[in-house]
C-alpha cells in the first residue's frame, strides 16, 4: 500500500555497525536512538542484536512496548504527573528539577527497584539541564540524587544543536567533564556516565578529539541518516538513504503553472505566490502535509521538481523529466530527520522493510 515507508535494515545494520565501533574503540557508550521511527518493532530487534549498549527514546510509550534486553534511557526530562511511568518503562532518565527527582524516588519505591538518573547541565545550547554556572544547584539537585534510597546519580549530561545551535567543542564538553569531577569530589560518588550530546559530535568522534572523560553519546540521526548534525554532511562511510518514501501518482496533467484568479491564504494561512513558468506536467500524490514535513523530501529521480503540497496531497513538476511517468506510477523520495519523524508518526503510511541478506 501506498503512500510507504521502506527500512533497509542491511544499510541500517552498517550504519549501526560502524557508529558502535567507533564509540566502543575510543571508550564511548553507544545509546542509539529510536524515537524518530517511533520505536519501530524491527529496527528495536535490529539494535537489541547489536553491540550497542543502550536504546533511548523520548517517549514513554515507545519505551513501553519495547522488546529489549538492553538499558532504556527517556531522553525526555520528566513529566512529575508521568513519574511511575517513567520508573516502569525505563532504566535511567535525564532530569533536571529537583521536584521531579522527589517524585521519581517515590515512584521507585513504590515499584521497589532503583531508578539510575542523568543530571542534566545546560552548557549554553538553553534547552534542558541546570545552568552550568549554577553550581550550588547542581550540587543541591545532585546531592538530593546520591541521597535518594531508591534512585542512583548515573551520571551528567548536556543536549547541544537541538535548539541554540551550539557546537560542541573542548570548551562546553571539557566543562562538563570538570562538573562531573567536581561532583565526585564532593559526594564520593562514582558517577559513571557522562553523556556528550548526539550525532552533532560526530566530527569529534571521528577525528578521534572527544574531550578525555566523555564516555557516552545518543546517537540518532548519523544512525538512520548518515549525517553529522553539526555540519548537516553525511558522514563517509554511512548510509544515506537507509529509508525510502513512496508515493503513488493519482493525477497527471497539463495545467498553468501561476494559479489563475484573486488570491489569499491558503488552507495553512500561507500567502504565497508563484511565478508564471508557462504551462507543465504536474502530478498530484497522494501524500500531503498531515503525514510528511513537504520541505525535507529530496525526490530520487533528480529531474523532479516539488512545488508544494496541502494535507493531503504533494504536487510535483515532472516537466524536465526523462521518464514517462504515467498515472499509478510510484514516485521515491529521501527523507530527512523532520520528514521521517512525520512518517513514522502518521497512521496513514505504511511501514516496509527491506529483510536482512
Do not use: W
Not at 552498517?14 to 545509546?31: I, R, T
Not at 555540519?231 to 496533467?253: N, W
Not at 520541505?295 to 523529466?321: K, R
Amino acid at each position: 500500500m501506498y503512500p510507504r515507508i521502506t527500512a533497509d535494515l542491511n544499510k541500517l545494520k552498517d550504519n549501526l555497525d560502524f557508529l558502535v565501533a567507533l564509540c566502543h574503540e575510543q571508550g564511548v557508550m553507544a545509546a542509539i536512538v529510536t524515537k524518530v521511527f517511533c520505536a519501530d518493532e524491527r529496527i528495536v530487534s535490529l539494535i537489541n542484536g547489536s553491540p550497542a549498549d543502550m536504546l533511548a527514546d523520548s517517549r514513554t510509550q515507545n519505551l513501553e512496548g519495547m522488546k529489549t534486553n538492553k538499558p532504556r534511557l527517556l531522553l525526555r526530562i520528566g513529566m512529575q504527573s508521568e513519574a511511575e511511568r517513567i520508573v516502569s518503562v525505563s532504566e535511567i532518565s535525564m532530569q533536571s528539577e529537583l521536584s521531579t527527582v522527589t517524585k521519581l524516588d517515590e515512584a521507585a519505591a513504590k515499584l521497589g527497584t532503583i531508578h539510575k538518573v542523568i543530571l542534566m547541565i545546560d552548557m549554553g545550547d538553553l534547552r534542558e539541564g541546570i545552568f552550568n554556572t549554577d553550581r550550588a544547584r547542581i550540587l543541591e539537585t545532585a546531592s538530593a540524587i546520591s541521597k535518594a534510597r531508591h534512585l542512583e546519580l548515573y551520571g551528567v549530561g548536556v543536549n547541544l544543536t537541538c535548539y541554540g545551535g551550539i557546537l560542541p567543542d573542548e570548551t562546553n564538553l571539557g566543562g562538563l567533564v570538570g562538573i562531573a569531577e567536581m561532583l565526585r569530589r564532593e559526594l564520593g560518588e562514582e558517577i559513571p556516565v557522562v553523556s556528550g550530546g548526539n550525532s552533532s559530535t560526530m566530527g569529534m568522534l571521528l577525528s578521534h578529539s572527544v574531550p578525555k572523560g566523555i564516555n557516552h553519546l545518543r546517537l540518532g540521526e548519523s544512525f538512520v541518516l548518515g549525517n553529522d548534525t553539526a555540519t548537516g554532511k553525511p558522514v563517509r562511510g554511512l548510509h544515506t538513504d537507509c529509508f525510502v518514501l513512496e508515493a503513488e501518482i493519482v493525477e497527471l496533467q497539463m495545467k498553468p503553472s501561476k494559479p489563475i484568479g484573486k488570491s489569499g491564504p491558503n488552507a495553512f494561512g500561507e500567502y504565497l505566490e508563484y511565478p508564471d513558468r508557462g504551462n507543465m506536467k504536474r502530478a498530484i500524490l497522494a501524500i500531503g502535509r498531515q503525514d510528511v514535513s513537504v520541505d525535507g523530501l529530496t525526490p530520487v529521480d533528480p529531474d523532479i521538481e516539488i512545488i508544494g503540497a496541502s494535507s493531503d496531497h504533494l504536487i510535483i513538476n515532472l516537466t524536465g523529466c526523462d521518464k514517462d511517468y504515467t498515472l499509478g506510477d510510484v514516485v521515491k523520495f529521501i527523507p530527512d530527520y523532520g520528514a521521517l519523524l512525520h512518517l513514522y508518526t502518521s497512521k496513514y503510511v505504511d511501514k516496509a522493510y527491506i529483510d536482512l541478506k
